[in-house]
């Protein structure tokens, strides 16, 4: 009998964990911090499956907010999905690029690299809600100018939100991991 109680205790710790570490996700997973839109030097869509983050890139430079869009082809360079970005025929310039490695920090290396050669100042950078504050973390650690995160639409239901969590909680402990750019 003396086991309940123990048994007890631990499935309601247990509980209060995943309740808290919910609520402290809150605001980095599912309310980051966006910023409002102005013109900038480029837009950065970072790459992913969920390919309606492209178009937002697309229809962001359409409305003329920056005269070049850059975009990760994380997903590899035989996606052809990614072809009718790539390969567009567009008033204004498009460029992509597989990230080394396959990962956010890859395509912050990248990113640093051509704001570099391009003397960029300002981004208007394109990713998903759960992403974005690891994003505008690991990106601004490689590019020393000016963000506007800019969240894409997302999917929904428990299953995405929760493996979102165990996702962006895992890739933050890696950037923070690794020193640097």
Known sequence: ?????????AVAALVLLIAGLG???????VHPQLDPLRPADAIVVLG???????D?????????????????RSTGADDHVMDRYCAGDFDFAVSCFVPDPWTTQGEAREIGRRAKARGWRHLIVVTNTPHVSRA???VGRCFDGELTMVASPSDSGLAYWAWMYVRQSAG???AFLQPGC
């Open 56 to 72: 937002l890139g697309l229809d962001l430079a359409r409305r003329g907010l920056a005269p070049e869009l850059m975009i990760s």
């Open 172 to 174: 933050y402990l890696r």
């Open 48 to 54: 992913g499956t969920a390919y309606e983050r492209f």
């Open 23 to 29: 609520f402290a996700g809150l605001p980095v997973f």
């Open 136 to 138: 505008r973390y690991i």
């Open 1 to 9: 009998m003396s086991r309940y109680p123990r048994v007890v205790a």
